[in-house]
């Protein structure tokens, strides 16, 4: 399968296989007019399989969400078709509005324009409990 | 944004003891603490029923000279209108040099600290925290065995959803020596978050068990809480293990002499009455030296000193 290299935009390569489709919504893709390819079991020689997402268009990602799904991804940044930067991505210790909190009583569930702040509590388990009532974030 | 207590781990271990020390000196010497906050103004904002706590911090405020601007209950204050606790806080900084608020909701006291610019004191949060609550067990817990170390402390009951179990792990282990003793149903055991924070990662020792009777014999702290009938997912596990987690008189004969009862409060029936007769019956102490616990956070929020301090 051929996907056209891309000249100025940014390629999210090593995601986990089956974590594409998570991260092109989180990412809020599907709202770009750039021409953006999703790519689902890629074989790996590392990974065995992999998902790539390629955007043909020179964008801010949110290198936060990224990390959390996937802290294993890398986000490559193209310019004038040449490889500008490879970024690694790690696990953020917060994530804003990123999260929502289930917990009907919690008070981010009530109060005017308070961000969803979720805190990293466990690295090993990939834990986020919410700022305000320490819930554990469910996984999305 | 000035220092506020929204939960136990807020304060340090030498601040958890300096405001033991206080309350202490405060219980030995009240006259030397009777103007230390004149022409300070405590506001109690409570949101949600309270008896005890709203009571306590009044008393607390009054037995230092200060005075106190009270709201009870949401529907006598803005909140009806559906003012922001953010906004609620940067009001009543306006007004009052601390603010004790309880509010239904999990979190709202760690907004109001970060909107309001007087020290707030969690007087509970929905299910979340209740850090006072703590502090009274600590303090009865220090008086009761002259430590806070070396004991065998017994929890039993609702283990899972009850706040003032999972603070009271929490600040405990903190200090040397402990064992807890985790009695409760299956399905009220202590969450293994909790466990693994307050036990597992400081290789504090403990047991689980059902049975109250079987281990009340080697027990220096047993905390009772309340076992609710809407915990259980089904009827008939509650209507067996109801009656096994009430003490009676009968399973005080099986504890030791020196063994100290505690109970947050309320309680309902799950301490029968006959016990508060008993001197090992400490639960009622434990209301006192809320009081002084929270006389001594106020000082130490407000900047201030008494008695032997001063």
Not at chain 2, 25 to 36: M, T
Request: hydrophobic share 40%.
């Amino acid at each position: 399968m051929n996907v056209d290299s891309i000249r100025d935009g940014i390629v999210i390569d090593h995601i986990a296989a089956g974590c594409g489709m998570k991260l092109y919504r989180l990412l809020g893709l599907e709202n770009l007019e750039a021409p953006v390819a999703m790519i689902t079991n890629v074989v790996s020689g590392k990974m065995g399989r992999k998902d790539i997402i390629k955007v043909d268009a020179a964008i801010d990602v949110d290198l936060d969400i990224i990390g959390y799904v996937d802290p294993g991804a890398t986000v490559n940044i193209i310019c004038d078709g040449e490889l500008k930067e490879k970024k690694r991505i790690e696990m953020p210790e917060k994530l804003v509005n990123v999260l929502f909190c289930k917990n009907p009583r919690c008070i981010s569930s009530c109060e005017q324009e308070l961000d969803q702040v979720f805190c990293l509590t466990d690295r090993a388990k990939k834990e986020y409990r919410c700022a305000w009532c320490e819930t554990k974030a469910s996984n999305i | 944004m000035a220092r506020s207590v929204i939960d136990v781990p807020d304060l340090t271990k030498e601040e958890l003891d300096q405001l033991m020390d206080t309350a202490e000196d405060i219980i030995a010497r009240p006259d030397d603490y009777a103007d230390a906050c004149r022409r300070k103004k405590l506001a109690t904002l409570f949101f949600e029923p309270s008896t005890r706590t709203r009571l306590s911090f009044e008393a607390a405020m009054y037995e230092l000279g200060g005075n106190v601007l009270s709201v009870t209950g949401a529907n006598s204050s803005s909140a009806a209108k559906g003012e922001s606790v953010a906004d609620t806080a940067k009001t009543v900084s306006c007004y009052a040099d601390i603010i004790a608020m309880r509010h239904p909701k999990e979190g709202a006291a760690s907004v109001a600290a970060r909107n309001a610019s007087v020290p707030v004191i969690n007087a509970g949060d929905g299910g979340h925290c209740h850090p006072t609550q703590t502090l009274a067990d600590l303090l009865t817990i220090r008086r009761e065995k002259g430590r806070l170390g070396n004991l065998t402390v017994g929890l039993c009951g609702d283990l899972k959803f009850g706040r003032t179990v999972h603070s009271l792990l929490n600040a405990m282990s903190r200090y040397e020596g402990l064992r807890f003793v985790l009695i409760s149903p299956e399905e009220l055991k202590v969450p293994s978050y909790v466990k693994s924070d307050a036990l597992k990662k400081k290789g504090i020792p403990y047991t689980q068990t059902e049975n109250l009777e079987e281990v009340i014999g080697d027990l220096d702290i047993l905390y009772m809480t309340r076992v609710q009938r809407e915990r259980f997912f089904n009827e008939e596990d509650y209507l067996r293990l109801r009656d096994s987690y009430i003490l009676t008189p009968e399973k005080m004969k099986k504890a030791r002499d020196d063994l100290s009862v505690m109970h947050p409060l309320p309680r309902v029936n799950e301490i029968s009455v006959a016990v508060d007769d008993d001197p090992r019956a400490c639960y009622f102490k434990q209301v006192l030296n809320g009081k002084y616990m929270r006389m001594a956070l106020i000082l130490m929020l407000l900047g201030l000193k008494g008695g032997t301090q001063a």
